[in-house]
């Protein structure tokens, strides 16, 4: 008696020990590129920036596995502006942040990095696995630009790109 419940309990730590090890068969590891662009417009006398857009981990890669998630993880975080018309000398001192989590306070002037094909890396790698858990838990962070405007009026676009890697699983 003592063999088989022994036995028993051998054979019932075996099988749940075997259906986690399935279950992690089944997930899904895919690469993904998150892209979101947005406009900015300078005033001639503004003197102060603040814009925000939303980055949502929801696309045609993601959309089936949004609550079936395990893990992300954010491999390259960019952004660069593009599509500039204004005053040349325009300027601005800016925080970066997502969702209040501030990256780095950087001067920029916009059409020189435009023309200089400038792509800024965000590499903090705590920032970013802090915005990695909060895509995963929230499905989207918010990307803000914030601080003071020199020089003039202008509109351009800022492109914000973060490379992902997803794992699922659609059990």
């Not at 019932?12 to 690469?31: G, I, M, P, Q, Y």
């Not at 603040?50 to 975080?77: F, G, M, P, R, W």
């Amino acid at each position: 008696m003592k063999n088989t419940f022994k036995f028993l309990a051998i054979l019932v730590v075996f099988t749940l020990n075997s259906c986690d090890k399935a279950k992690e068969l089944t997930d899904v590891t895919f690469s993904t590129s998150l892209t979101k662009e947005f406009a900015i417009h300078i005033n001639e006398n503004q003197e102060y920036i603040s814009e925000e857009q939303i980055l949502s981990l929801d696309n045609t890669d993601t959309h089936d596995y949004l609550d079936k998630l395990k893990n992300v993880q954010i491999n390259k975080l960019t952004y660069k502006f593009k599509n500039f018309i204004g005053n040349e000398a325009c300027n601005m001192n800016v925080e970066i942040a997502t969702d209040g989590n501030m990256f780095e306070t950087k001067e920029f002037i916009i059409k020189q990095a435009i023309d200089n094909g400038t792509i800024y890396e965000i590499t903090d790698v705590a920032k970013i696995n802090t915005m990695a858990t909060a895509l995963k838990n929230n499905k989207q962070v918010s990307f803000t630009m914030e601080g003071e405007v020199f020089e003039g009026a202008a509109d351009f676009d800022v492109e914000v790109t973060a490379e992902v890697e997803v794992v699922a699983n659609p059990l």
